[in-house]
């Protein structure tokens, strides 16, 4: 008998997908999937673009690992050796020196902002990915006489920093350095175009082009930047590289992003907010959905409690039919997120000073947010039915409230 009683929930949940209105029930699995996708997506782009802007500073600027000179030093010495120190440390992929070139740029009269630098190529192909997003190419490590113009200082259409640019440098063209009272003449080689603003700010030539400016700064380096093995744990090779006693300070990348890791929790900060508004428009939907296909139930409900059915089988028969609106939603939405909008977000991606945004959603988020759609949608049809269950029996079958 209890097993049976049991079935009587599945049962009535079965006969109303059945029986019920397609277009209903199209309509309520479609506004499930949309709640559903809304978080995925504000969650995704919020995430996306904090990864991405993390990443690029990564992979521009810092290096996973930032090595400076020590307190109260202006240069690491005998950067070779510790470069060749730094490389040996187990999980360490490269490492690359770099040093500021005290001077500035002039072109047809335009003094140029921005800070130089000398790096080693070569190295710093291991270590970051400015000779990758150079056009044409980057510098070759005994290019004495050419220079590498980040797209913020050679300007042009579209340089977001154009009034302080060289409006329009271009390959080929000539560029006076002004180093220590002295000038040379340097041909742009490449504009260097990483896609985030404060890196194209930087100027490169090449630590044999500096040996002909400045001997003296040979074996020198201002910074020097790690980049460690694919899931290599960051606090441990720090830790290795501290061991070693050189005469360095060693820091995480995190330490040196400066504004970008406050733009960071900004964005954080912001997708918590839109997830908290997405739950709640979430929820709202559901309920007025779910509750808008019971109230046009409450004369079956009437038969059903006329014919002797407890009102707390209704009340389990509608929360099975929430159920599967939610499952069947939330599946929905998976195959739209998945594959529609992921796909056309990795091909086109929202192009930002900081970044190109793609969406990056982890799995524990995806059941989070899975997890938050299932359970609104179970609140939402256990509501309406409590109510109309509980109405009487006369006027739930004549619909008069």
Do not use: C
Not at 293 to 307: E, S, T, V, Y
């Amino acid at each position: 008998m209890i097993k049976h009683r049991l079935k009587i929930p599945f049962y009535l949940a079965w006969q109303y997908l059945r029986r019920g209105r397609k277009w209903t029930l199209a309509l309520t699995i479609f506004l499930l999937a949309v709640a559903f996708m809304n978080l995925l997506f504000v969650s995704a782009l919020f995430t996306g673009i904090v990864d991405g802007s993390n990443r690029t500073v990564r992979d521009t600027i810092s290096g996973d690992i930032y090595i400076t000179p020590p307190t109260g030093e202006s240069s690491i010495k005998n950067s070779d050796k510790v470069l060749a120190k730094i490389r040996g440390v187990d999980g360490v992929k490269g490492a690359s020196a770099q040093t500021i070139v005290a001077g500035n740029l002039e072109y047809k009269n335009i003094v140029g902002q921005g800070t130089i630098y000398a790096v080693r190529p070569s190295d710093d192909a291991s270590a970051r990915t400015l000779v990758a997003d150079t056009t044409p190419k980057f510098l070759a490590d005994d290019d004495t006489d050419g220079i590498i113009l980040g797209k913020q200082i050679a300007g042009g259409d579209k340089v977001e920093n154009n009034a302080f640019s060289f409006k329009g440098a271009k390959v080929g063209d000539k560029v006076t350095l002004n180093f220590a009272g002295a000038a040379r003449t340097f041909t742009v080689k490449g504009i260097l175009n990483s896609g985030f603003m404060s890196a194209d700010m930087f100027s490169y030539i090449t630590f044999s082009a500096l040996h002909e400016i400045s001997p003296t700064l040979d074996d020198t380096a201002t910074t020097i930047v790690v980049k460690i093995a694919d899931g290599a744990n960051l606090n441990e090779i720090i830790a290795k590289i501290r061991v070693l006693n050189l005469d360095i300070s060693v820091f995480p990348w995190q330490d040196a992003s400066g504004i970008m890791s406050s733009v960071s929790s900004s964005f954080v900060s912001i997708n918590a907010l839109m997830t908290a508004v997405g739950i709640l428009i979430a929820a709202v939907t559901v309920f007025i959905v779910i509750y808008v296909d019971i109230l046009n139930k409450r004369r079956q409900i009437g038969i059903f409690k006329a014919i002797g059915i407890s009102p707390s089988v209704i009340v389990a028969s509608y929360l099975l039919l929430s159920a599967v609106y939610a499952f069947a939603g939330i599946l929905l939405g998976t195959v739209l997120f998945y594959g529609i909008a992921v796909p056309y977000f990795d091909a086109h991606p929202i192009v930002l000073p900081i970044t190109d945004a793609r969406l990056v959603l982890t799995a524990p988020e995806y059941v989070w947010r899975g997890e938050v759609v299932f359970w609104v949608a179970i609140i939402s049809g256990l509501i309406p039915s409590l109510i109309v269950s509980r109405a009487k029996m006369l006027d739930a079958i004549l619909g008069t409230r």
